[in-house]
């Protein structure tokens, strides 16, 4: 079998991957109407949803594929906030695929007053720790800011999810998969952050957070 015949196999397979999580996150009320974006790397390129699609109601064989200019390849127009993706893609070479959304409980912490910029939320859990790290927080840019690129890129070398003021979080894993519950684990933990704003928490200590590094290889 043909190495072009393999590329393609597996290009079709990653494109399928996108429509199965990316209705999982539409139908679990993760991202509403047009909004959020999935991608892929893939060894000639890389997998972007369309602008303007629904997640929920996606068509492989119209995912965007662009090349590592920028350029569309196939398929429909890429999501215009295809940049976000390049920026991260170009600081982390082990990152696989990225997840933006908007969902409702991590772009609510996006909006409040006086968040830590370099860390938006405590770690309350040691699985927020593991699948998240550190939380920056990107500042606020109007949609399709090119800017928007410059900002992530000076903090996506060191983390492998943001937060845009005002916006959402943007989510990089070594796979789609590791994608999708990294950025869940994030909405997961911004509710419980939010559920407990009045209450009096206990979040890990330094010494609990080095365990989990050490334990578990992080890099953050």
Not at 107 to 112: G, I, R
Request: charged letters at 20%; aromatic letters at 6%.
């Amino acid at each position: 079998m043909s190495a072009a015949i393999i590329a393609h196999g597996e290009e079709n397979r990653r494109r399928e991957e996108i429509v199965s999580f990316g209705r999982s996150l539409f139908e679990r009320g993760l991202s509403a109407g047009s909004s959020g974006n999935i991608s892929v790397r893939l060894d000639d390129g890389w997998l972007l949803t369309p602008t303007n699609a629904c997640l929920g109601r996606l068509d492989p064989a119209r995912v965007a594929k662009l090349d590592w200019e920028g350029r569309l390849v196939s398929g429909d127009q890429p999501s215009k906030e295809a940049f976000l993706h390049r920026a991260m893609y170009s600081e982390r070479q082990g990152a696989g695929a990225i997840v933006h959304l908007h969902a409702s409980h991590s772009a609510a912490v996006s909006c409040m007053h006086g968040l830590d910029d370099h860390d938006c939320l405590p770690p309350l859990t040691a699985y927020y720790v593991m699948k998240i790290g550190r939380l920056p927080l990107v500042p606020y840019h109007r949609p399709g800011d090119p800017a928007l690129a410059e900002a992530i890129r000076g903090l996506a070398g060191k983390h492998s999810a943001v937060l845009l003021a005002n916006h959402g979080p943007v989510v990089s894993g070594s796979t789609l998969e590791a994608a999708v519950y990294a950025t869940e684990e994030l909405e997961e933990t911004a509710k419980i952050f939010l559920l407990l704003r009045a209450v009096p928490t206990r979040p890990l200590n330094e010494v609990q957070i080095a365990e989990l590094k050490s334990a578990f290889r992080l890099d953050f």
